[in-house]
């Protein structure tokens, strides 16, 4: 008894430090999200150094050994034998994160936040001008830290599984070359069919005129209708539409309006707020430790894309909100239901990921994948790049980069060293699928539903079996328990043959 008592005794002087430094880290957010949006031109020089002030503060405050005393103590003892427990979930994630922590050392997590933080800004410029020879030491000099960075924080057998473990807690490389490779053959498969029918979706409506205050008014309309509470959260326009979570009761996204692209705003808007959906339905309760906390990148991802695609690209959802879009737009007055439909789903390989659709996007995701795990092999090296990059463009999609700025220099993520992101996209999709399979053998069709206009089952279903569950398990045990079966691409590949199978009548 007296050993439960002080094990709890320990546990709330830890769960205190951590969820302070989760204070100190969402002002850092807010700050962050006030970078992204509105701060005027001239205060970014103080935002840039009250940001390094602040990362001082966190690191210190992740790396303080009384952390590590605290975790001696509770580890073992009867506060955490039940492992899917609150406390036994929380010293779990948090001797994870403070294992990492304390493996890098100063002068290297130091070099890393510089390299990174200049790697993107030369990127931004770089890119523009289509200049792969003044990029590349920026990029070697990041490729550099983050290989010493696996190294520091440790792996079983592949290099690459160290950067893994940041998004996508408990993945493997080797995993993913069989789900990718599987996917990749079916994809191709099906993108042959797609492309050899007949039918043309007529994409040309999506590029008229769409003014701006009416897209303002469907982005939150739609959001709200979907299930994102306006009231906890915002809407505001950026150049690059993210989501981020302040704490409860203030999770906010954005989203890019363009007057001729229909597109841009709707879908991200709806993107973004399946990520807003996930953090409004975290567990307010234990906000500032994991179990509090999404549990993974490709988690996150799977609510994004399920209402991004697998809701608001659905014939149901359109039954449902063209008759209340159509009035808003002259532009739609001679559009029917069926050409916009296949509009939205249009199929054709592109030379940009983030234009990419449903089947052609995880074969962009797939190249970023082989390529970075063959950089972390030490099997490639970044002179050979853009070669190796073009290749798998032309293997894989038929398509050649006609330069550097919409082929290898396309996306900011290694300029700011983060490898080992990407395949969160393609397992977002997966989950996504599987997840939404799950949804319908338990609630019924869910496309009927969607035609009413009823979302809140579905979101009502993702809050139980994924929101609400936080950290409290690792991402597989989380889909498998969620859905029956462990993370596998079949649900993903019926659901686009089927969906592309009828849009394209093959
Ligand atoms: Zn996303």
Redesign the pocket.
Known sequence: MREIVEAERVYEALKAFQVDTAYYHSLGALAGWDQRTYIPHKGHAHRARQFAALARLLHARRTDPRIGEWLDALEGSDLVADPESPEAANVREWRREYERAVRVPHDLAVALAQAQSEGESAWESLREADDWIGFKPYLKRVLDLQRRYAEAVGYETEPYDALLEDYEPGERATRLQTMFAELGRATRELLDRILSSPIQPPVEVLHRDYPLEAQRQVAHEVTGLLGYDLEGGRIDPTAHPFELSVGPGDVRITTRYQPRYFNASFFGSV??AG?AMYEQGLPAEHWGTPMGQAVSMGV??SQ?RMWENLVGRSRGFWLFYFPKLQPRFAALADVNLEDFHRAVNAVGPSLIRVEADEVTYNLHIQIRFELELALFRGELEVDDLPEAWNAKYRAYLGITPPNYKDGVMQDVHWSSGMFGYFPSYTLGNVYAAQLFDAAGRDLGDLEEAFARGAFAPLLEWLRERVHRNGRRFLPRRLIERATGAKPNVKSLTRYLAARFGKLYNI
Request: no cysteine.
């Open positions: 993107h973004e990520h996150h991802e994004s």
